[in-house]
């Protein structure tokens, strides 16, 4: 019996192994809800690093997004890891994948991603603003006709500027930049290197305090929801999230989660 037992034991270690190594092949995640996440003690969370949501001044850590990442590490008493990727694809790419757990940032919510990925309640609203120098701007959409706008690849507001040319019945050429993320592309709106971005509006005023050349006072987009967002097979973590927001998103709160250490 022993003998018996011991073959079968090896036998279930081959195939966890060949499961796991065939399944990293494959692209396939395994199951990591909220159960396994806190079996583990850890937990994987992705944000992008910008003025509002996480930043580093001198020897301080701040934010909007790491105090509530911090706060969600003591409250739940879980060893947080924090990664920083600016671009939003490769979050969500590393969140299928299972490399994160939690993509923590202002992603504004359409269709299409809400078919794809688990997202929280309403943590901000914010709306999509055109980035341009101060000199003449645009306040009519029909003046962005034969018009140049330069945003990041695959950036969600690539929809919103599509449905906006049909909107004005006219041509909006949109150029997908690989290289630089909103930020340095407002700052090349700055320098006058182009002439138009797009940037979501509580970045943009933020950044245009420190770029006085530059205009953000035209909208894109009406006012949208933004939400953290989770793996489709992590509901029961989807929901802890949901319950805990419900509990830490006062304006009280969120002022002191902003100006974390």
């Known amino acids: 019996m022993l003998v018996t037992y011991s073959v079968l034991l090896v036998a279930a270690l081959f195939l966890m192994v060949m499961l796991y190594t065939v399944s990293r092949k494959a692209g396939l995640v395994l199951p990591r809800d909220f159960p396994q996440i806190a079996k583990s003690g850890e937990l994987n969370i992705v944000t992008d690093y910008n003025p509002v949501g996480y930043h580093v001044s001198g020897d301080t850590v701040a934010g909007f997004q790491y105090g509530l990442i911090k706060a969600l590490e003591r409250d739940w008493k879980l060893k ?9 694809d490769e979050n969500l790419l590393g969140l299928e994948r ?15 991603l809400r078919q794809q990925f688990g997202f929280t309640g309403s943590i901000n609203r914010n709306k999509q603003v055109l980035v341009q120098r101060k000199l003449a701007p645009i306040r009519q959409h029909l003046d962005l006709a034969k018009k140049t706008i330069h945003v990041h690849k695959d950036s969600p507001v690539i929809l919103r500027l599509q449905n906006l040319s049909h909107e004005i019945g006219d041509t909006i050429f949109v150029v997908q930049n690989d290289l630089y993320e909103t930020e340095q592309l407002v700052m090349m709106v ?70 974390r250490k």
Not at 80 to 88: P, R, T
């Open 80 to 88: 947080v890891n924090i990664f920083l990727e600016n671009s939003l």
């Open 190 to 259: 700055a320098g006058g290197d182009i002439d138009f971005t797009v940037c979501d509006e509580v970045l943009a005023r933020k950044l245009a305090q420190e770029m006085p050349e530059i205009d953000v006072d035209t909208d894109i987009s009406f006012t949208q929801l933004e939400s953290w967002a989770v793996r489709k097979d992590s509901p029961v973590l989807l929901d802890s999230l949901n319950a805990w927001f419900s509990r830490v998103l006062t304006p009280a709160s969120a002022h002191s989660l902003s100006r």
């Open 98 to 112: 299972g490399k994160y757990d939690i993509v923590a940032r202002n992603i504004p919510v359409n269709t299409h």
